[in-house]
């Protein structure tokens, strides 16, 4: 089993771990844990031996049946708090229940609106949640804590690659959020010597992305192509990039980062920008077909062209922890088509 570390910040927690220097197991708080992030992360401090306890909302438990089987699996081995992150009263009473060791903040809303006219609900969500965690934590000395952060907080790119001190210039109202919640996590870290830390999240993609996304619309929707289940598949501007990495990768990210013997924030991207385009051609590649023949431009899937592309600057997290993305982009489309591919095919009609 890994050790709980005593807290020290002389001693690195990862060190610590590996020394087995105490007996005890390392407990851990993850909020979102059924989305693609959390499931991925989940199993992933399983296989450390971590007792892990994750937040799911009541609406999402009710419904446990009717999940894919590997998330009803997971849940039979974690501890379920079922709570909502709009309530942040609840929110601070599970984590003080739970006292983790290490607390992965990833929930939230999925879907990104491009405008600041939503639900003041998302900013609740993610800032007061965010709030309610460390606030309780802070009766932890020596927690951990790790916000999911996004690239959104940059918005509009002011410069290319975005690196941990690039300009800030969100556009929606989940990046307002995104973006105070970073900064409340810093301030934390600085004022109160909170080991807090936030993963400044680029694109990352896998078969568990929802199918609202653009990567899976792609690849399930070619499966469906190739397939004869439907015609084409109606996308907006193929020269949009962005810079997509594979989600196991980056959990692999979130807990070196809570391992560190240092609390920072950290840009998680591979340094590479992609192309819709690129993203099409390769998934064409893996079922042979001809992208000219289907894919359909929509004018309503347009979103205003960005003058610089959101691609995140790795270099600080390569250098102190000595993470990187390892599966390519190739990989990584090949992967996610042949799982929808075989999905289509199992669910027939």
Known sequence: MPARASGSRSTGWKELCDRGTLAMTIRALVTGVT?????????LLLRKGYEVHGVVRPE??????????????L???????????????????????????????????SRVDSNVTGSSDVYHAIFGSTKALLDALTDRPGSRFFLAGTSEIFGTPLQTPQSESSARNPRSLYGFAK???????????????????????????????????????????LARVALGRQQHVS????????????????????????????????????????????????????????????????????????????????????????WSARKSFEELIREMVLHDIDAEKKRGG
């Open 235 to 322: 996308l907006g501007n193929l020269d949009a990039l962005r810079d997509w990495g594979y989600a196991p990768d980056y959990v692999e990210a979130m807990w070196s980062i809570l391992q560190h013997r240092v609390a920072a924030d950290y840009v998680v991207a591979t340094g590479k920008a992609r192309s819709v385009r690129q993203l099409v051609e390769t998934a064409c590649s893996v079922l042979h077909l001809d992208p000219a023949g289907c894919i359909e431009q929509d004018p309503r899937f347009f979103r205003p062209l960005e003058p610089i592309p959101l691609c995140g600057d790795p270099r600080f997290i390569e250098r102190e922890i000595g």
């Open 60 to 73: 999402r438990l009710a419904h446990q049946a009717l999940m894919p089987e590997y998330l009803q699996m």
């Open 179 to 221: 973006l105070a919640a970073t900064d409340l996590v810093a301030r934390y870290r600085t004022a109160l010597g909170s080991f807090a830390c936030t993963g400044i999240l680029f694109n990352h993609e896998s078969p568990r992305r929802e199918q609202f996304f653009l990567s899976r619309k792609v690849t399930r929707g």
């Open 35 to 43: 989305g693609q992030d959390g499931s991925y992360l989940a199993e």
């Open 75 to 109: 849940l039979s081995r974690i501890v379920v708090h079922g709570a909502d992150l709009r309530d942040s009263t609840q929110i601070s009473s599970i984590c003080r229940s739970v006292a983790p060791d290490e607390t992965y903040h990833l929930g939230g809303p």
